[in-house]
């Protein structure tokens, strides 16, 4: 099982940036994929979450309105869309995947390493 997340930068406040998570290794049709980052000196936090086969979506309220978490089924990848990013977007985003919805790091057993996005004011 494999989850590979990229597609982080340096972007200023007001922009935007994409993220990806190629996932490989198991079928994750029936299961959930989250975005989840982690600041400095700040513990992990949920961003996102989706469920591959329906598409439901869940957001944390820090980031309702602004990005947008997809998934192209045939690419076996998830998105994180992140538009009106704001310095406190700072953080290293991590993918994972569980079985149910969770906001809780510990509650996910797949995980993708990091991808850093820095948002310069």
């Known amino acids: 099982v494999q989850l590979q997340a990229f597609g982080g930068g340096l972007v200023q406040a007001g922009g935007s940036l994409r993220l990806s998570c190629a996932a490989s290794?198991?079928?994750?049709?029936?299961?959930?994929m989250a975005w989840f980052r982690q600041a400095p000196g700040k513990e992990r936090e949920f961003v996102a979450s989706?469920?591959?086969?329906?598409?439901?979506?869940y957001y944390a309220d820090s980031v309702k309105g602004r990005f947008t978490i997809s998934r192209d089924n045939a690419k076996n990848t998830m998105y994180l869309q992140m538009n009106s990013l704001e310095s406190e977007d700072t953080a290293v985003y991590y993918c994972?995947?569980?079985?149910?919805?969770?906001?809780?790091?510990?509650?996910?057993?797949?995980w993708g390493q990091g991808t850093q996005v820095t948002v310069s004011s």
């Open positions: 290794g198991r079928t994750f049709s029936s299961y959930w």
């Open positions: 994972a995947a569980s079985r149910s919805l969770r906001v809780v790091q510990s509650e996910y057993p797949y």
């Open positions: 989706i469920r591959w086969n329906s598409g439901s979506t």
